[in-house]
């Protein structure tokens, strides 16, 4: 059974700057796709971004596009959501999730093709 471990979160000013990381100890995370996902408060579960197995495609749904950046590193068996420019609308708990399959541009946002799915991690954008 994959365990998923979301590190990162924290307290940050409007504006700054945070680097999500999400790791699988004792697991190779190269096998799975990858998509990161947050919830708010009163929300449904909200797709950011995925990335394949081997980072050949990466795709930020509107929202974060142009402030987050999905990246991975598979020698290192990480994967990570640069997120810059952040506002208190993104306050939330972030999630990383697994995919046994590549998932298509269209099918990696769907939360419910995820195998797996970390614990989550608190993210506030506050001054």
């Known amino acids: 059974q994959l365990h998923l471990v979301e590190s990162g979160g924290g307290l940050v000013q409007p504006g700054g700057s945070l680097r999500l990381s999400c790791a699988a100890p004792?697991?190779?995370?190269?096998?799975?796709?990858i998509g990161w996902f947050r919830q708010a408060p009163g929300k449904e579960r909200e797709a950011l971004a995925c990335?394949?197995?081997?980072?050949?495609?990466?795709h930020h749904t509107d929202s974060v596009k142009g402030r987050f950046t999905i990246s991975r590193d598979n020698a290192k068996n990480t994967a990570h959501l640069q997120m810059d420019s952040l506002r208190p609308e993104d306050t939330a708990i972030y999630y990383c999730?697994?995919?046994?399959?590549?998932?298509?541009?269209?099918?990696?946002?769907?939360?419910?093709?995820?195998?797996?799915w970390g614990q989550g991690t608190q993210v506030t954008v506050s001054s």
């Open positions: 004792g697991f190779t995370l190269g096998n799975y796709a």
């Open positions: 999730a697994a995919a046994e399959y590549e998932l298509s541009e269209t099918d990696c946002v769907e939360s419910v093709l995820y195998d797996y």
């Open positions: 990335i394949t197995s081997t980072a050949r495609r990466t």
